[in-house]
């Protein structure tokens, strides 16, 4: 029997840097920008990256991209669903 070799998705280059927002910077986030959670764009409970944080549903990730432009880095943010069966 072969064991499947476990991948840190966090530590691949091209990955950028994935935070689990607390829900009162969630409530900040959605109060700055005067959205929704259902106005955000959404990335799956299954998505590896999610699964490697422990999101769940309902969470908000804010995503940090580096930049080479005058800003250092860009934040995005998605809210996590379940994907429909």
């Known amino acids: 029997m072969t064991k499947k070799k476990k991948v840190d998705v966090l530590r691949h280059s091209l990955v950028p840097r994935h935070v689990l ?3 009162s910077e969630t409530e ?3 109060e700055k920008y005067k959205i929704r959670y259902t106005d955000l764009p959404q990335m799956f409970e299954k998505d590896p990256v999610a699964i490697a944080i422990g999101a769940k549903e309902g969470d908000v ?3 940090v991209r580096e930049s ?3 800003v250092k880095q860009v934040n995005y943010y998605r809210y996590v669903k379940k ?3």
Do not use: A, P, Q
Request: glycine fraction near 0%.
């Open 68 to 70: 080479d432009t005058s």
């Open 28 to 30: 900040e986030l959605l």
């Open 61 to 63: 990730v804010k995503i």
């Open 21 to 23: 927002l607390t829900k």
């Open 83 to 85: 994907e429909k069966s």
